[in-house]
């Protein structure tokens, strides 16, 4: 027997290139996997064909990077794992200038060369899948069983060549369950400068990765130990060391760390983790003394949490729909945490507020921010209760766009002409409607459109905008002040 199974999708390309004369290998990612007993996520394999030779041997292929690299594709399979496998030519270690990119890609003839150029020994092992053999020229096979991450090569100078190779030892840290080794995390500490030359879309798919890792509080604890969290998200670091009230046990940073490693035990969805490491982030700039309770507080911190967290979103070019997201989970993370203020026009209101594609999400946050502060996990009659709740919000209206009635119609209705009156008019009515979902009926809705159309702009427009944001006006002004104060608008 072999010592790995193979599919035969993948072991029909080293056989077809070896059969054509050519060496063919697994290599790298795959092989890793392999050996810790993991399934594979893609399969590489490395050759000494040069790209047009491994074009020739097989039907459907296509370029896939600068590197060489062929796309192989298999039209058959409905694995999506299997459908294109990446066959590249073994590769000299190049030169590297800029601790970005080679300067020149170079194939070789010996396979010792491609391993040589990889990055960690774990992922510098080869696996011929026809011969069953392995070859393992940096002990990495050693290093799993250790669970131990080593650079192929001096440390320092792996790391000045390429410093995106720091992310990613703290990324198989997360991913893997690894420790990096004293001397690789020397080696860090000396070469993280050079990550600021490093495009900022590379450091963000890293980041992603250690997110949506089983460790992702390890993997941020470490960016933090290795002094290269400011590379990221240098805002998580203002939370360090400090304490907070009451029901708070542990530090706004534990606390963050914590709420996020609830959402990857649970593996939720990126959004739901980004949130959760963010939802606090407006704390340090809202704390303020209250010298009665003697105690801090962080009124607002949602608020200018919801700013910051669309700065870092940015920061990261993150797309913008899942930026929206995460922003509006950040504001509104605070509601499930009030029982009191838990009413069904509450409800139909966050609802409003966060989009109901959203409002399951929302909950997940709170019991990651719950969990996160060491509290028990909720009580199930209090969670069915909640579920009721927003079941039955759901089904009534909720925005604009599920009145009775819309903007055409009042055109045809009444004497007026296009403009933010009729905005107005709606946000208003939704408004009476969140309050009372009864009264979304064709008639209602046209008789009191009619008597809102009688208003002043000023009026109308107070109405209106009040639909927006519907707080009460000391919150506003603490509000106000707190965004003054730290220089957000
Ligand atoms: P994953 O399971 O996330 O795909 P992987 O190890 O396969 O992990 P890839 O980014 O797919 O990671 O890269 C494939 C292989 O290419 C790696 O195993 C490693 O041998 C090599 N490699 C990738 N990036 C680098 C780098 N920056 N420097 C040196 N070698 C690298
Ligand atoms: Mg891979």
Redesign the pocket.
Known sequence: MKKFNIPKEVSRVTETLQNAGFEAYL???????LIIGKT???W?ITTNAKPEEIQDLFEHTFYENNYGTVGVVNDETEDETLRAIEVTPYRLEAKYSDSRHPDSVSFSDKIEDD?K????T???IAYDPIKDIIVDLYKGQQDIKDKVIKT?GKPED?FS??A??IL?AI??EA?LGFKISKETEDAIKKTSDSLEKIAIERIKDEFV?ILMSKNPMDGIISTNKLNILKYIIPELEKGIGETQKGAHIYTIWEHNLRALQHSADREWPLHVRLAALLHDIGKPATKRFDPVKKENTFHGHEVVGERITKKIMRRLRFPSDISDVVTKLVRNHLFFSDIEKITLSAVRRIIRNVGPENVWDLMKVRACDRIGMGRPKEEPYRLRQYHAMIDQAMKDPVSVGMLKINGDQMLEMFEIKPGPRIGWVLHALLEEVLDEPKLNTKEYMKKRAGELFELSNEELKKLGEAGKEKRDTEEEKEIAEIRRQHGVK
């Open positions: 290599v790298g990612g795959c092989v890793r996997d594979p996520k893609d590489d391993l150029r990889r990055d960690f774990m992922n510098a192929v792996r060549e390429d995106l190779r990613r990324r198989f991913e990765k």
